[in-house]
């Protein structure tokens, strides 16, 4: 239940999340842009929305990435760093990008190639602050300290699994720090997400165990013992086990067996959880949910316009698309 102290901390953001979330695309939005049969037509319905300013002049898919990606930074640069939010909760949504480029500058080092330069700045890090990677504060340069100073040389797949190691450790430290329990529950359940799919990925492929479980992550619902447990499993009593978990609650163990779908069943799960702020009129959740949607929302977007210029069906893309928030 929200306190005196969540109404300041977060009253002024509320405010604004009343108005930003009646802008977000319903599910009429969506269907109109399925139904468009041309990109320019696709273009033409965002025209009429939040994105229209930012997609008018995309021609092509590099052009799409870059108009979305910067209609995300224009979330995250006039609400999540204008709404007098916690520190904690703006950086909560930061992070991720910022050991993105983390995890690309290593892999590139790795190679001896160049790192790619992202065209939209979206973390909190400028690109060339991953020149020197073990110079980068706090967590991101311990995390490339971790990979460069080891006694082997990592290959891609240990690179990956430091790097989503010590981004969800921050992420629920910043959880922590943020004072809310919906965010702390949040990140709960996007680890256990992460570690059910990377280990079905992993048991479909006939991976060994001792291969597998390094790629899991600590700070869960489900322990990693656990996990550990349910791999051992044959596969269909894994996903049935799976299936039954409080996180996982009400999703068919066919899905999470399906590795097509594996992505979309996730996310729906996210979503589920994110509904719930619904109930609350005051306070972190409709905050967090309502950025937590815009981001859900522009992967839908890049997905439907990418795809209608790939030439996509329209069924395909369709079983692309995610549960909404609105």
Same mark, same amino acid.
């Given at each position: 239940? =929200?306190?005196?102290?969540?109404? /300041?901390?977060?009253?002024? +953001? !509320?405010?604004?999340?009343?108005?930003? *979330?009646?802008?977000?695309?319903?599910?009429?939005?969506?269907?109109?842009?399925?139904?468009?049969?041309?990109?320019?037509?696709?273009?033409?319905?965002?025209?009429?929305?939040?994105?229209?300013?930012?997609?008018?002049?995309?021609?092509?898919?590099?052009?799409?990435?870059?108009?979305?990606?910067?209609?995300?930074?224009?979330?995250?640069?006039?609400?999540?760093?204008? %709404?007098?939010?916690?520190?904690?909760?703006?950086?909560?949504?930061? @992070?991720?990008?910022?050991?993105? =480029?983390?995890?690309? @500058?290593?892999?590139? *080092?790795?190679? $001896?190639?160049? =790192?790619?330069?992202?065209?939209?700045?979206?973390?909190?890090?400028? %690109?060339?602050?991953?020149?020197?990677? #073990?110079?980068?504060?706090?967590?991101? $340069?311990?995390?490339?300290?971790? !990979?460069?100073? #080891?006694?082997?040389?990592?290959? $891609?797949?240990?690179?990956? +699994?430091?790097?989503? *190691?010590?981004?969800?450790?921050?992420?629920?430290?910043? +959880?922590?720090?943020?004072?809310?329990?919906?965010?702390?529950? &949040?990140?709960?359940?996007?680890?256990?997400?992460?570690?059910?799919?990377?280990?079905?990925?992993?048991?479909?492929?006939?991976?060994?165990?001792?291969?597998?479980?390094?790629?899991?992550?600590?700070?869960?619902?489900?322990?990693? +013992?656990?996990?550990?447990?349910?791999?051992?499993?044959? /596969?269909?009593?894994?996903?049935?086990?799976? #299936?039954?978990?409080?996180?996982?609650?009400?999703?068919?163990?066919?899905?999470?067996?399906?590795?097509?779908?594996?992505?979309?069943? @996730?996310?729906?799960?996210?979503?589920?959880?994110? *509904?719930? #702020?619904? =109930?609350?009129?005051?306070?972190?959740?409709?905050?967090?949910?309502?950025?937590?949607?815009?981001?859900?929302? !522009?992967?839908?977007?890049?997905? &439907?316009? /990418? $795809?209608?210029?790939?030439?996509?069906?329209?069924?395909?893309?369709?079983?692309? &698309?995610?549960?909404?928030?609105?």
């Amino acid at each position: 239940m =929200a306190g005196s102290g969540d109404a /300041i901390k977060y009253g002024f +953001a !509320v405010g604004r999340v009343m108005v930003l *979330r009646t802008r977000l695309l319903s599910r009429a939005s969506y269907e109109r842009l399925l139904d468009a049969p041309t990109f320019a037509e696709q273009r033409r319905v965002l025209s009429e929305t939040h994105y229209g300013r930012f997609i008018e002049s995309a021609t092509n898919a590099s052009e799409v990435e870059r108009a979305v990606d910067e209609s995300l930074r224009d979330l995250y640069e006039d609400f999540l760093e204008r %709404s007098g939010l916690p520190p904690a909760v703006v950086s909560y949504f930061r @992070a991720p990008y910022d050991f993105a =480029a983390l995890r690309g @500058a290593l892999k590139a *080092r790795a190679l $001896g190639a160049r =790192a790619h330069t992202p065209s939209v700045l979206l973390g909190c890090v400028a %690109s060339d602050g991953f020149d020197e990677p #073990a110079s980068l504060p706090g967590a991101l $340069g311990r995390t490339a300290r971790e !990979v460069l100073e #080891a006694d082997d040389e990592l290959d $891609g797949a240990a690179i990956d +699994a430091t790097v989503d *190691r010590a981004m969800f450790a921050e992420l629920a430290h910043l +959880a922590r720090e943020s004072g809310s329990g919906f965010l702390e529950e &949040l990140i709960k359940l996007q680890i256990d997400i992460a570690n059910v799919k990377s280990l079905l990925r992993a048991r479909l492929a006939d991976v060994p165990a001792d291969e597998a479980l390094p790629m899991t992550v600590e700070g869960g619902s489900v322990s990693v +013992a656990e996990l550990t447990r349910l791999y051992e499993l044959p /596969i269909a009593e894994a996903g049935a086990r799976l #299936a039954a978990l409080p996180t996982l609650s009400g999703i068919p163990a066919a899905e999470l067996a399906d590795l097509g779908r594996l992505d979309v069943t @996730a996310d729906n799960v996210v979503v589920g959880y994110l *509904r719930r #702020a619904r =109930a609350v009129s005051v306070g972190a959740e409709p905050v967090i949910a309502y950025v937590m949607g815009r981001e859900a929302e !522009v992967r839908a977007v890049r997905t &439907l316009l /990418i $795809g209608r210029l790939a030439g996509l069906p329209t069924e395909v893309l369709r079983s692309r &698309l995610r549960n909404l928030y609105v």
